[in-house]
């Protein structure tokens, strides 16, 4: 496989993953950009007009165009950009920055799917892995769902001491638009 075969069949996965996670992928395929990273790693949906600014400003690459679709002006005329790729890579310091992010009870059982973090069981309360009165943090990755026992059973300790452990890592959500909004920064196009 030559490097630009294997680059391709890995945005293709990529693109498919994030379409999947944005839902609606056939809409906001249609009508927006991907933007990778210059590593190839997916950023986010870019509106498509934004794209073909990045692209007349020498920022991007076309990675992939609609065919049969041309965006013409006086002086040029552009290809229809479904994915564009940065030139220079752009370091999104996202989980740094999630990870001080504050998370409603209704965002972390949304995310946990309220299932309990212990047990598997139905979460419906959530629990604070390190506890507040230890300076735990309402934040994505100090939240997570849990059931009414469980969270008795852990009361205010840590899962070590409680002897408990957790079934999964609590993670920061994969939101589009803070993302979006950080690399829209990270590039200086506002
Ligand atoms: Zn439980």
């Known amino acids: 496989?030559?490097?630009?075969?294997?680059?391709?069949?890995?945005?293709?996965?990529?693109?498919?993953?994030?379409?999947?996670?944005?839902?609606?992928?056939?809409?906001?395929?249609?009508?927006?950009?991907?933007?990778l990273n210059a590593s190839y790693e997916v950023l986010c949906f870019v509106e498509t007009p934004r794209a073909l600014t990045l692209l007349v400003n020498e920022q991007v690459d076309v990675v992939q165009a609609a065919p049969?679709?041309?965006?013409?002006?006086?002086?040029?005329?552009?290809?229809?950009?479904?994915?564009?790729?940065?030139?220079?890579?752009?370091?999104?310091?996202?989980?740094?920055?999630?990870?001080?992010?504050?998370?409603?009870?209704?965002?972390?059982?949304?995310?946990?799917?309220?299932t309990c973090a212990y047990c598997g069981g139905r979460g419906t309360t959530i629990d604070h892995v390190v506890p507040q009165s230890r300076g735990g943090l309402n934040t994505w990755t100090n939240l997570v769902a849990c059931c009414a026992p469980c969270n008795n059973r852990k009361a205010d300790r840590t899962p070590e001491e409680a002897g408990m452990r957790l079934l999964f890592e609590p993670h920061p959500p994969r939101d589009a638009s803070a993302l979006q909004r950080m690399v829209w920064d990270l590039i200086g196009q506002g």
């Open 1 to 35: 496989m030559t490097r630009s075969t294997a680059a391709r069949a890995t945005t293709t996965h990529a693109l498919a993953a994030a379409a999947r996670h944005l839902g609606g992928a056939d809409r906001l395929v249609r009508s927006s950009t991907l933007l």
């Open 68 to 114: 049969d679709r041309f965006v013409h002006s006086r002086h040029l005329t552009l290809p229809w950009p479904t994915i564009v790729a940065l030139r220079h890579y752009v370091l999104v310091p996202y989980d740094v920055q999630a990870t001080t992010e504050t998370a409603s009870r209704s965002q972390v059982l949304a995310r946990d799917k309220h």
